[in-house]
């Protein structure tokens, strides 16, 4: 393989990735400075992160693909990918091996793992690696309800972690929900039945994403509701709530949420991608077939 894989800084500014990134995965419809707001808010690390180079490393058309690598404060000491690929033309020559390699061993020396959000289907590659399992998870997508609500008006961001007495049901990274601009974010306040509840909200595009879901059960039901089903259905029940509020075809992304949920049960929410989480120690490479 006459690909050779370098670390990201070699580039200088890593947002000039974006052009392989978007030939990878495609533009869709995603706001013009995306691929910045992404490196910033999982906190990429040019030093960690990798790109396999065919040629002249100036020449954006000897760029083959990339695996992004941030340390987000939140999950040390492990190290977490933001995302990784391979252009169409490369793939089957051992460079997404090659890559996710070369990341184990660049993180081993401040960071105890490495973690990777696998899409479904890709856990066996990963696996070959030496990572396992942590566990599963979904995105789902719903539409607002209300067809007589004017332009949603998010809250104001409350903290990360609110206190004591809430359960946590679904979450991304603390990083990517704080380290959005004020103006994008905010944190619903949801009271049910049985309890209450917190979305942690932001703006993407046209769409609202619920980067995390804390529900806290009424006093007096709290024993009970700590259960994980009983938690389950007060989330459940906290974001049907938030729909009916939401204005009509306005996209809603509940993002990385458990893979077992009466939520993916609920027909108002349809799964759009589904993955795991794999995780491996720093510095293993394992021996296996290329």
Same mark, same amino acid.
């Given at each position: 393989m006459s690909v050779r894989v370098e670390p990201l800084a070699v580039l200088g500014d890593p947002v000039r990735l974006q052009p392989l990134a978007e030939r990878i995965?495609?533009?869709?419809?995603r706001r013009p400075d995306w691929f910045a707001r992404k490196l910033a808010r $999982?906190? !990429?690390?040019?030093?960690?992160?990798?790109?396999? =180079?065919?040629?002249? %490393?100036?020449?954006?058309?000897a760029w083959r693909g990339y695996i992004l690598v941030g340390s987000p404060p939140s999950r040390h000491p492990a190290a977490r990918t933001a995302g990784t690929g391979v252009v169409a033309d490369?793939?089957?020559?051992?460079?997404?091996?090659?890559? !996710? $390699?070369?990341?184990?061993?660049?993180?081993?020396?401040? &960071?105890?793992?490495? +973690? =990777?959000?696998? $899409?479904?289907?890709? +856990? %066996?590659?990963y696996e070959r690696l030496g990572f396992t399992r942590v566990h599963a998870f979904a995105t789902l997508l719903a539409f607002g309800r209300n067809p007589d609500a004017s332009p949603l008006e998010l809250p104001p961001p409350r903290?990360?972690? %609110?206190?004591?007495?809430? &359960?946590e049901r679904q979450a991304f990274l603390a990083e990517a929900w704080e380290g959005t601009p004020a103006c994008e974010r905010g944190s619903v306040a949801i009271?049910?039945? &049985?309890?209450?509840? =917190?979305? &942690? !909200?932001? /703006? $993407?595009? /046209?769409?609202?994403? =619920?980067?995390?879901t804390? !529900?806290?059960p009424h006093e007096g039901a709290a024993d009970v509701m700590a259960a994980p089903q009983m938690v389950d259905r007060l989330a459940r029940a906290a974001l049907d709530a938030w729909l009916a509020r939401v204005p009509t075809a306005t996209p809603v992304v509940l993002v990385t949420? %458990?893979?077992v949920s009466s939520i993916t049960e609920d027909g108002m929410w349809v799964v759009v991608q589904r993955g795991t989480l794999v995780r491996a120690r720093a510095g293993q490479v394992k021996d296996g077939p290329r």
């Open positions: 995965f495609g533009k869709g419809d $999982e906190h !990429v690390d040019p030093r960690l992160s990798r790109i396999a =180079i065919d040629g002249d %490393p100036d020449d954006p058309h490369a793939r089957g020559r051992g460079l997404g091996r090659a890559l !996710v $390699e070369s990341a184990l061993a660049a993180v081993a020396a401040d &960071h105890d793992a490495l +973690e =990777i959000l696998a $899409e479904a289907g890709r +856990e %066996p590659f903290p990360w972690d %609110p206190g004591p007495g809430f &359960h009271t049910t039945t &049985h309890g209450d509840a =917190i979305l &942690h !909200v932001c /703006r $993407e595009n /046209r769409a609202l994403a =619920i980067h995390r804390l !529900v806290a949420a %458990p893979r």
